[in-house]
């Protein structure tokens, strides 16, 4: 016996914009929509859902988040990320293959993981893989992942993490053919290494300069600009497609388009954090603003902005990249973790942003949503509200307010550069393929009901 539920009288954000329509859900897909009648017809046997006075959007798709499960839990973990996810409307993330450990970069190691997350996720997921120096010239081993990771990852510049060692210059290309051959798309971490080490063995060794300040100059937007020139110059040659990761500078964002426009097939993301903090905030704040790239100047913010609104930028993710607060808490900037903490308010943040900037939030969820799905393949299934599609949905008041406070956290460690931030605006509930997962009364329910994509 199928079960119907109904989410009447919100105003739904479709393909055609806003629009006043009943979902109509049978078991976990959306079935039609349905234009509201002025007396609406309320049969006994519907379950309903009443959205009045909220918007009803795509429930959202993370494809950057770091959960670090398994093997990093007390960073993270799988249980507390995807919680702290559906409260903020997220229903599929993708985990990147590293900060867990091992990292993903064999079959064994992928097959460890799905086997291990298939029961702690609250939302639904997909894994990307991991293209290293290590494994690059393992061909038969990727070609093997490819069919079970939603993309590649690699870094141009040192991850962090030693079994993630980044790919120099000309291992990229092999990189670039490895993902063209298994017809996936390779996601970068653009910083040019060779820039940024030199750069940070000089200003760590400029004892009287400000700290904070040394670390902002040895990440600086030039060696973004670099590493991106020369990964789309490949990108161009052998036909990959190409997807940077947390892009942070509007100069470069332009540099993407150019190369778009001349036929490569790239996409550029964003993160929450550069359009909402500037550089300020890190000099001001330390650590819990430490990421890299670096936060920037604030007139970059203004750019990046400049471009979201002229369609420049195609996702946003949160990067959500958690560890142990002790690993923030360093005595020098220098040993600090990098990472930013905030996968629960990167949607709030973001449309409260764009609301107090008048940008229409038409404009703004497709990064979320839509853009997202189509580009990683998954959009017979996700990002749009729309009939046959997974009933993935989130229901928010604009008259309503969430504040960040520390004990609304749900991830693992309790700090983030959000806290104490207001929001003007709430998600009111979060439904995943036809389930409540959050409501913001009853919070995240306690079945976990998220499934491998
Ligand atoms: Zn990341």
């Not at 063995?201 to 009287?208: G, Q, S």
């Not at 470069?252 to 426009?261: N, R």
């Not at 307010?401 to 004990?407: I, M, S, W, Y």
Request: net charge negative; aromatic share 8%; hydrophobic share 40%.
């Amino acid at each position: 016996m199928p079960t119907e539920l109904w989410v009447k009288n919100g105003l739904v954000f479709t393909d055609e914009g806003f629009q006043e329509v009943n979902i109509k859900i049978i078991d976990e897909r959306i079935d039609s929509l349905v234009k509201i009648q002025a007396e609406p017809l309320i049969e006994k046997t519907e379950a309903i859902i009443d959205a009045s006075g909220c918007l009803v959007v795509p429930g959202f798709i993370d494809a950057h988040v770091h959960f670090n499960d398994p093997g990093r839990t007390e960073w993270e973990g799988m249980e507390t990320g995807s919680k702290a996810a559906a409260i903020g409307g997220t229903t599929t993330i993708f985990d990147m293959p590293l900060n867990c450990s091992p990292s993903i970069t064999n079959m064994k190691h992928l097959t460890r993981k799905k086997g291990y997350l298939s029961v702690l996720s609250s939302i639904d997921y997909a894994l990307w893989g991991g293209m290293t120096a290590d494994n690059l010239q393992n061909r038969s081993e990727l070609a093997q992942m490819s069919e079970g990771i939603i993309a590649w990852k690699a870094f141009m510049s040192a991850s962090g993490i030693e079994d993630f060692p980044c790919v120099s210059p000309n291992e990229l290309k092999q990189a670039m053919q490895a993902a063209k051959e298994h017809d996936k798309i390779l996601a970068l971490h653009a910083e040019w290494e060779e820039e940024i080490s030199r750069l940070t063995a000089y200003y760590k060794n400029r004892p009287r300069m400000n700290e904070r300040k040394a670390f902002l100059a040895s990440r600086p937007v030039s060696a973004e600009e670099k590493a991106v020139r020369y990964a789309l110059e490949l990108a161009a040659k052998y036909g990959t497609a190409l997807h940077f990761v947390h892009i942070s500078s509007a100069k470069v964002v332009e540099l993407i388009e150019q190369a778009k426009k001349s036929g490569v097939d790239v996409t550029v993301e964003t993160c929450p954090h550069y359009l909402i903090f500037d550089e300020e905030d890190f000099n001001k704040n330390g650590a819990i603003y430490k990421c890299a790239p670096p936060l920037r100047p604030r007139d970059e913010v203004e750019g990046l902005w400049d471009c979201l609104a002229n369609g420049l930028i195609d996702t946003i993710g949160s990067d959500h990249s958690p560890c142990l607060y002790s690993m923030k808490s360093t005595d020098s900037i220098w040993d600090a973790w990098g990472g930013i903490q905030g996968v629960q308010f990167t949607w709030l943040a973001v449309m409260d942003e764009a609301l107090e900037r008048k940008i229409p939030l038409k404009y703004i969820l497709p990064l979320g949503s839509s853009n997202v799905a189509q580009r990683f393949g998954i959009a017979g299934r996700k990002g749009r509200i729309q009939p046959g599609l997974d009933a993935d949905l989130v229901l928010i008041r604009l008259d309503e307010t969430t504040v960040a406070d520390q004990k609304s956290f749900a991830f693992r460690n309790r700090y983030s550069p959000y806290e104490d931030r207001e929001f003007f605006l709430k998600i009111k509930k979060t439904l995943l393929r036809g389930k409540v997962i959050y409501d913001d009364q009853a919070g995240v329910t306690k079945e976990k009901f998220g499934q491998s994509l």
